[in-house]
């Protein structure tokens, strides 16, 4: 008799993502993913000048600012096919590796570490034998008895304080959870840690971006840091070399904490291989451009059809028409006026049509995505198996290394297939956060060289002509391929759609009946406690699912997390 | 690096939201009417949740300033110290919904916290998609204004019209 579990999250307004699993003989065997994706930017960006899009387009979202922020200007450039100047190129390219390490740091042990790590076994550790354990995976310097009996003790008073905060929803003690006592401590001090890091990355993204949260230095044509070596209130000398220091310390963290925390973590939980494939046409795009027109790029990317490397269909570059032409969007399942099939983003429609949960019709805000008409998955496992297959060597050499790691604990080999599941999606957001880290180092060693050869220009005014232009930017976000389309007449916007990176993966059925990546992803999970649905969220989490973030409000009436129903 | 006495007056919400920009509108509104020393940060924090970490984490006080679920009727002003901000993280499946809480919460493991947090909140009446206000709640802005102004004089702070 399959039992019907729904994991609703009360959030500060209403449920945002709903999932709905059948659980028969302690397995899903069916699912529904259902969202509500904040679908509204179209409607006020209508009419407005071009080059403000961005203002607006970066609060969409609380967490992924800067990507809607650069995402913006991309599409008016493209529109007007408008070149960038080199320096802000890269001031942007900087901005945007900044926030991304940053995001995948938070997401890795602020958002996701829990799902693995039980705080309340970690006190029970002890901090030698949790030195020892440490020390024997990685040289990171605070791998000290002291440091782990200071985060111990720290824990133990913020549990003792009965505000658990941070720590009041997670599953302690579920059967699930399988780290010993000292894996854990590792991992609750190194999430104290990270706290410490992820911000020095931050104020990377604020001294480029003039102010965070949201930056204020994005232009359609460029940026509008002006750089004057010997002016105070411009991008100087002693800003960048600040930049280069925050950015080398979160370096060795990166490298010694992170990485070998995820490779430990991963061969502790090498079942989790198992679970969480789903939908494995993966797509992901180059970033990073290299010139003015965006033709070349520092990290390449592409599709790749049913999960086979060899099949693999780069994405060459900002104009490229093999992607352009290739999105659709179907609201066949969505609450929304539908009827013409999936529709190109240019021609997107978005017209509410609320009916109640259709297990067979409609059931989600969000619509459904295709690529030539096929579901993908979008992400960071996307973008690492995209550069892979490019042949970018560094994701390479990084890839092998975390596998190697990973085979080295277990004692037997692990090879890239692993990486097509729900830890596998942990690992390789760990590899593209190194990867994007030296490409980071390496675009401010660019920026230095250019400025150093005399040129300071940071922008190109947009001239729009008359008469209707269209285009798409996209840029790699920390949770996948994002695009926006515009549609411009007269200089002024007629339609604007962003496709964002969740869409993709957390979307209803599409209009032939296929799944989305995380309704595929949580077929076959175990479930080993109906009411404490564990193993599905950590395959969500896997994700970073990043739905209506928009919307926050200081809640005093209720103290709920989120409701399960086992009907 | 702070100082002393070092305040934040921190405007949250989404803009694009209707009356969840409140605190953001309330804020520009005070900043627009009244200059403060320079120990006083005047910003617009908008949505973002991580990124203001540094932000409160180098001041003493902080006052923010928010759209709140009370249970009380829309366009209710409310003044939250101390214990009544409540400081818990909500809902693990919503994590990017970092609100003011979690960031208090994660500010707390560090031993960063500010000394004193205040939330002067008002409950939203609409929460479409749009740039406008509910008239309603456009209305109160200047009370909220002025309760900013009270917030800043009762931690000795007093801000100056400007003309």
Known sequence: MAQRVVVDPVTRIEGHLRVDCEVDGGKVTNAWASGQMWRGIELILQGKDPRDAWVFAQRICGVCTTVHAITSVRAVENALKLEVPLNAQYIRNMIQGAHNVHDHIVHFYHLSALDFVDIVSALKADPAATAKLAQSISGWPKNSTQEFTTAQKKLQAFINSGQLGIFGSGYWGHPAMKLTPEANLMAASHYLQALDYQRRMNKVVAILGSKTPHIQNMAVGGVTNPINMDSQSTLTLEKLMYIKQLIDEVGDFITQVYIPDVAAIGAFYADWTQYGRGVVNYLSIPDMPLDTKGTTFALPAGYIDGGDLAKFTPIKDFHDPYFEKGVKESVKHSWYQGGKGPLHPYDGETIPNFTDWQDDGKYSWIKSPTFYDKRAQVGPLANVLGMYASGHQRTQFWVNAVLDAVSGHLGSKVGVDALHSTIGRHAARAVRCVVLHEELQNQWKLLMENIAKGDTKTFNKPVFPKGEIRGFGFHEAPRGMLSHWVVIENGKIKNYQAVVPTTWNAGPRDEDGNISAYEAALIDNPVAVADQPLEIIRTLHSFDPCLACAVHLTDTETKSHYQVKVV | ?163
């Open chain 2, 1 to 163: 690096m702070s100082t002393p006495m070092s305040i934040l007056v921190l405007g949250l919400g989404n803009i694009l939201l209707m009356d969840e920009g409140v605190g953001v509108r309330a804020m520009e509104a005070f900043d627009a009417a009244w200059s403060v020393p320079d120990h006083v940060s005047v910003v617009d924090g908008g949505t973002c949740g991580m990124d203001m970490l540094d932000l409160i984490a180098s001041h003493k006080h902080l006052i923010a300033v928010d759209a709140v679920k009370t249970g009380a009727p829309p366009a209710s002003l409310t003044v939250l110290r101390g214990d009544e901000v409540p400081a818990y993280f909500k809902g693990k499946l919503s994590p990017h919904q970092l609100g003011l809480s979690d960031l208090l919460a994660s500010l707390r493991l560090q031993d960063e916290a500010p000394e004193s947090v205040t939330v002067v909140g008002c409950v939203p009446m609409a929460l479409g998609t749009g740039l406008m206000m509910s008239p309603e709640i456009e209305a109160v802005i200047p009370r909220m204004v002025t309760m900013i102004v009270e917030e800043l004089a009762r931690l000795g702070v007093t801000a100056t019209p400007r003309i």
